[in-house]
């Protein structure tokens, strides 16, 4: 497996594994805000970002297979926190989320100078709760419900522990 910068022709096979509109919102309501997606819709997004310096699409392939997507995005001014987000997988393979999971932060460390590097994660979601503790995050602050889909979801920040020598 290779994580490399996403490119527009990757948006069509992500967006295939959203199936259903909670799928949708367990990764990405912050971030569109409506459903269902297309890979148009997800490419005019990361146009609006591509002159940031602050934000890193990239994708996961397997022999020039897309196989998972993730997003990097510096929270503060000094470019110290990193956020991880908007994590999918092919759902068709297993056990893929945390090895993408440990590939991210070690490159957010490495090559983005991250001193801490966190995600968030809704409650509703128990199996990336569980995989991301795998990893190493923990739960840190708990934030406010959103209303989506006639309920409210509590989306928790998660802390990766970054071991100091």
């Not at 022709?9 to 919102?25: G, P």
């Not at 990361?46 to 310096?53: A, P, S, V």
Request: proline share 6%; glycine share 6%; aromatic share 16%.
């Amino acid at each position: 497996m290779q994580m490399r910068p996403f490119i527009n022709q990757d948006a069509r096979t992500i967006v295939s594994w959203i199936k259903d509109e909670k799928t949708f919102f367990q990764w990405s309501a912050s971030v569109y805000g409506f459903y269902p997606i297309s890979p148009q819709d997800m490419i005019d997004l990361y146009r609006l970002h591509q002159e940031d310096n602050w934000f890193f699409p990239f994708t996961f392939v397997q022999e020039h297979t897309v196989i998972g997507h993730l997003i990097f995005r510096y929270t503060n001014p000094a470019y110290t926190h990193v956020r991880i987000g908007f994590v999918i997988k092919d759902p068709n393979i297993p056990h893929l989320g945390g090895k993408m999971l440990e590939m991210a932060v070690l490159y957010a460390i490495e090559f983005l100078g991250a001193q801490q590097v966190d995600l968030g994660v809704f409650d509703n979601n128990p199996r990336a709760i569980a995989c991301y503790k795998k990893v190493g995050f923990e739960i840190g602050r708990e934030e406010e419900p959103i209303p989506l889909m006639d309920s409210l979801w509590t989306s928790h920040q998660m802390v990766y522990k970054i071991e100091r020598e």
